[in-house]
């Protein structure tokens, strides 16, 4: 339990009370907006932040990671409830509990099975790429609070051409307190780390509100709070069958949180030397939100904002997430008031500011810039193909949303590396100083004219063979009398491709030409030999210059292992 609390030091505790403090004032009014986009009442997204914050660190993984109401899980919970509820409130109301419920089911499911291996089908590229793509996403959501102008809906790029028609609208003084709240947060980082600069500017805000009656004067605050604690248990009126049907569309949810918290977990972690536990997180987030549906919250996931404000305010552990828990129930009870004062303007600011060193364009150049001549060559435009999945998952996100954007992304990585799989350098060699080397990378490698040696820089597989084979016997002159293929670089081979080679066999002793097998290892040999029946076989070698010494065996002759 509580594991970011081992080893804890006393030192830690003023920078995570700092840190608390400084998520508490940006998590708050964040929940009340959130909870409006996933059409509940505003205080909905304080009942889920609760539970959440305390289960995970409970259970979770990361020291950093802040768990609560998000826009892109809120906006696909509203999408998934409305067809079922209708125009029914209530019921509207009760199923959004209920999904965060089967969704925290389906986390605790998923984390005590294992399956964070989930997790390694989102490479570190397309992690980069979705976590841009979603910081960008949200700062343009941020814009029009900023300026005080209309919201468009829509993609990224729908949401920027609306910020630009609409500069016209611009309102002056929420322009003015929002920039002002802009600089002050991003002067105090610049200048000032250890002093909590986003509460500074979440007070100076509703000291603004309080002097200068800029709510009258339009400026647009967070508005009118219930107070008071939820009564834990579960939804009214929600049957067994209506958790089944939402057993489907909480996998969708999870999905998303899961990858936007294991996003936010995995930068700051690598930030501050630790490593995250997928299964841990999975469990972590199913917890947060089993309990936020039990205390008549919504769905909640690892917030990639508020992470930023917690890792940039200096929090060390999870105590930093108690903190917020424990001052998010004192709002609750007595400070409801204070917060319906708050800017929304400031709010804005203070989430721009968060994420905006998210916006990593220094590691898509470096994702670019890994590139070769010879990567060229081999490849072709798909040898960057890091940077492509990088730019699949960041404009996915823009134009598609955050679920598509991300298995977009995922998509595109694993089709490019079937890609490159399938298409395996296949080198020639020649000998020197009883090394046999790639004739291209060594020129001047003396090389006879009736033996070629190949060497596949991969394994053999049903989606290489193919092509290995063709280019194999495209490799092979009118003088060529044997062909031996190095096998030390290919660590496995499939039924496919072990009958691959026996055809290629065949197919070469047609021509004339004896083929040879030297130097497999483990898997290769095993499954080489497993996969061939018959007394006739392809001979393996212990080493190429026994397989190109000894003397041509006429075709069909019994083959054995050397």
Known sequence: MFPSLHGYRRSW????????????????????????????????????????LILYALAGSSRHLVVGPMSATAALSAALITPLAG?????????????????????????????????SFISEPVLKGFIVGLALVIIIGQVPKLLGIEKHEGDFF???????????????????????????????????????????????????????????????????IDPGLPVPGLPAGVGFSDYLDLLGPAVGVLLIGFAEGLGAAKTYAAKAGYEIDPNRELFGLGAANLGSGFTAGMVVNGSLSKTAVNGSAG????????????????????????FEQLPEATLAAVVIAAVIELVDIAALRRLYRVWTDWLGHIYGRVARADFLAAL??????????????????VGVSILLLVYRGSRPHIAVLGPRDGLWLDVHRHPGLAQSPDQLVVRVEAGLYFVNADNIRTRIEQLCTEHTRLVVLDAETSPAIDVTAAAMLVDLRDSLAHRGIDFRIARSIGQFGEELAAAQTGTHRVPVYASVAAATTEPPRSPGAADSVR
């Open 13 to 52: 505790l003023r920078p995570d009370i700092v840190a608390g403090l400084t998520v508490w004032a940006v998590l708050v009014p964040e929940a009340l907006a959130y909870a409006t986009i996933a059409g509940v009442p505003p205080v909905v997204g304080l009942y889920a932040a609760v539970p959440a």
């Open 87 to 119: 125009a029914d409130e209530g019921r509207y109301l009760v199923l959004t509990t209920a999904l965060a419920i089967a969704t925290g089911v389906v986390g605790l499911l998923a984390g005590l099975l294992r399956l964070g291996f989930i997790a």
């Open 158 to 224: 729908e949401q920027l051409w609306g910020v630009l028609t609409g500069l016209g609208d611009t309102h002056w003084r929420t322009l003015l307190i929002g920039g002002l709240s802009l600089l002050l947060v991003l002067a105090v980082k610049r200048w000032l780390p250890l002093v909590p600069g986003a509460l500074l500017a979440v007070l100076a805000g509703i000291l603004a509100v309080a002097l200068f009656d800029l709510d009258d004067r339009g400026v647009a605050i967070v508005g009118e």
């Open 315 to 338: 929090a060390k552990t999870q105590v930093s997430g108690l903190v917020v828990a424990v001052l998010t129930v004192v709002t609750l009870l007595l400070l409801t008031g204070l």
């Open 392 to 409: 699949a998952a960041l404009f996915g996100v823009l134009l598609f949303d955050t679920l598509p954007g991300l298995l977009i992304g």
